[in-house]
């Protein structure tokens, strides 16, 4: 299968040398052209433009920042919409929020092509060792055709049914993740600051009921304050404004999500949007000063 990949960032470069790996023939295109150089290196392709990728593939799978870039690779000059057309798919794995996946898949299908939201639960490791959940709505058939891929990126995929579940799925997903970060966070340094080891407590956290994935794996770089990013702060920052959105629309009461976001608008203030989320861990360290008022 001849697979186009759009935005080869943390994600997108290890989900394409899967596929790679794995035998598929895989174009490539990415804003930043360096960044295709290891893609190459493994037997990728390169496209200058995303329309360039769409002519060639007849599936091509984008994996951007956020709903400006996912928006701006689908409309802008040279983008998706120049190339897509009856026969071909779209497969956009960002995350991004509901309103923006309609209308990409507006104007794909407006064109005759089929579109299909992808989100993924799952980070860096997960991505390079094909251990993704995919969180996939849209179009049934593309669904059903891109299986294969799917198979190589992730270790289960779920079909949500029409256009924006996918989104909204993902971001409900992240809010919970963001706020227990937090709450992570606040524990270890109330460990701390009460005279406690911190080993200890992610020693006794990860044989009780609270044990976890996420604690157990960034707990330890994070009591060394080392914050190598796999899931970028800036990125899980975008994630909680989504899912408050999205609150907000519901008119569903999030206050503990509300926190976390705050946590992690201030981490970025303090420029670790770049490092890994569990770097809101910094934010919370520093004593709150309105509080004293
Ligand atoms: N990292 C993770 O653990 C996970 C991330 N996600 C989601 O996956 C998506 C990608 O994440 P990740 O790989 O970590 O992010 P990165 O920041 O590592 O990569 C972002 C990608 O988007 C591209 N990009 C950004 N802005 C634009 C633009 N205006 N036009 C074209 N391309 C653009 C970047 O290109 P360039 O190289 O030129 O900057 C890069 O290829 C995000 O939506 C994120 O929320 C989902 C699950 C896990
Ligand atoms: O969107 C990012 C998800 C990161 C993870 O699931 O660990």
Redesign the pocket.
Known sequence: MEVGFL??????KAMSLNLLRHGFKVTVW???VS?CDVLVEHGASVAETPAAVIKKCKYTIA????P??AL??VFDKDGVLEEICSGKGYID????DSDTSSKISEAITGKGGYFLEA??????KP?EDGQLVILAAGEKALYDEVIPAFDVLGKKSFFLGKVGNGAKMKLVVNMIMGSMMNAFSEGLVLAERSGLSQQTLLDIVDLGGIANPMFKQKGPAMIQSKFPP???LK?QQ??MRLALALGDENAVSMPVAAAANEAFKKARSLGLGDNDFSAVYEAVKIPDCSADA
Do not use: Q
Not at 63 to 66: C, G, N, Q
């Open positions: 935005g080869l960032g943390i994600m997108g990415n804003r930043t960044r994996m951007l920042s956020d400006s870039a701006s690779v794995m960002s995350t991004v989100p993924v639960s799952g980070s860096k991505a796999a899931f970028p990125h975008k994630d």
